[in-house]
């Protein structure tokens, strides 16, 4: 067997903070909505090509964990492209109406822990725009890996994006319209 460099062998680690990113769509088509309680709280149509997301981690190298954080009982739409992608959904329920930060906190412990656990993940994408995310980017970065952000041009804190070593501004991924389902 050829020897190959360790580098090579590296995988990557996707976590999705998913209605973060699919709230700063919202936000651009339609400022102010999703601040509303009435429009968060029910079945949302699906804004983001998760196709696109793929297709960006893949040039990293091959996807090892693939997890998306969100209350999956509004997000339904998307079903199909997220199975197709082979994206583990982890359910969130908050346990308020106004309960903020729990994908995020959720997100940040799984990829702490699994940058320890995990040897061979060599980078880490983490696509959602919130400040939150610095403190986990310091710890990805001391552990020797490389951490890539990925979040909505307008909703994008810019002290998390330059905390990366490399931030992709969705917009800028080619991203494709999203079909809608046929009702």
Same mark, same amino acid.
């Given at each position: 067997m050829p020897k190959t460099d360790a580098a090579d062998s590296r995988t990557v680690a996707l976590y999705w903070d998913f209605e973060n990113i699919h709230a700063g769509l919202c936000e651009e088509r339609e400022p102010g909505a999703y601040a509303r309680g009435d429009f968060r709280f029910k079945p949302q149509e699906p804004l983001v090509d998760v196709q696109a997301i793929i297709d960006l981690a893949s040039t990293f190298g091959p996807l090892a964990i693939n997890r998306a954080y969100c209350n999956w009982q509004f997000f339904g739409r998307y079903r199909d492209v997220l199975l197709q992608n082979a994206v583990e +959904?982890?359910? +969130?329920?908050?346990? %308020? %109406?106004? *309960?903020?930060?729990? *994908?995020?906190?959720r997100l940040c412990l799984d990829a702490t822990e699994d940058i320890w656990r995990f040897g061979h993940i060599?980078?880490?994408?983490?696509? %959602? %725009?919130?400040?939150?995310f610095v403190p986990v980017s310091q710890k990805i970065k001391a552990a020797g890996r490389t951490l890539i952000g990925v979040g909505t041009r307008k909703a994008t804190n810019r002290h998390w994006a330059t905390s990366c070593h490399g931030f992709r501004y969705y917009e800028d991924l080619g991203t494709r319209p999203v079909e809608q389902p046929a009702a």
């Open positions: +959904l982890i359910q +969130l329920f908050p346990p %308020g %109406g106004t *309960a903020k930060n729990g *994908a995020d906190i060599g980078t880490v994408i983490i696509v %959602g %725009g919130d400040s939150d």
